[in-house]
């Protein structure tokens, strides 16, 4: 892949063949994130699992002490009294089946979607909709509860979802190149932790395989793995 003259540039700050630490790598990304934009910092684990059996998925959630950035929409699928409580809690869209149906039509658009669990019977209808695009609610993520305006301030407050992709890995932003380097440290450290502690039973050998980071622009960053790995 043929790269720019300014990537180019960037990439003669990292040494290729060095793994920096957590503190390392933040100080340096900052210096490689100088697009006009405030740049995404992304966060790519690699994990030693087999991403063929069902086991072996990970997938959790953490709350990002200092948020991406980014202040999310989210859209809560609910019956009865729990449409005032959503909407006192402040999600951005609520209702029942009007909702299912707005979401069926692609009419609305939101980062992270709730339902109470006597709402998942009618919603599990749009799993090949909600489903490629990471959407579908699991109590796996907190997401499918009755403990609805706990879920809200979780999502507004920073907490993301992550899940391995068919290779093994999992890719999600950590903040902003803006962010203090103190918050994204923070935020890199919660996420590796969170990784770690839903590790499968199943696993043997090494679970982390290896970590980097990169901003949206610059290139990527060898991070050292924690010594529990």
Do not use: W
Not at 170 to 175: A, D, E, N, T, Y
């Amino acid at each position: 892949m043929k790269r720019g003259k300014k990537y180019r540039e960037l990439s003669k700050l990292v040494e290729r063949d060095k793994v920096y630490s957590v503190e390392e790598a933040v100080k340096l990304i900052k210096k490689t994130a100088s697009a006009k934009f405030d740049e995404t910092i992304d966060l790519c684990l690699r994990l030693g699992i087999d991403p063929k059996k069902q086991d072996q998925a990970v997938r959790g959630t953490v709350v990002l002490p200092h948020g991406t950035g980014k202040s999310k929409v989210v859209a809560v699928v609910v019956k009865g009294e729990k449409t005032k409580e959503a909407e006192k809690a402040g999600a951005d869209f609520v209702g029942g089946e009007d909702l299912i149906e707005k979401i069926a039509k692609d009419s609305i658009k939101f980062d992270a979607l709730i339902a109470t669990p006597d709402c998942m019977r009618d919603l599990s209808k749009l799993g090949k909709i909600l489903g490629p695009k990471g959407l579908m609610p699991s109590p796996k993520t907190g997401t499918v509860t009755f403990e609805i305006a706990d879920a809200i301030k979780k999502i507004k407050a920073g907490q993301v979802e992550f899940r391995t992709d068919g290779y093994g890995i999992i890719h999600l932003s950590v903040g902003k190149a803006s962010f203090d380097e103190t918050k994204l440290v923070e935020n890199i450290n919660t996420v590796i932790g969170g990784v770690q502690r839903v590790r499968p039973p199943s696993v043997k050998g090494q679970y982390l395989r290896s970590i980097g980071v990169s901003s949206t622009m610059g290139p990527g960053i060898k991070v050292s793995l924690p010594k529990t790995a």
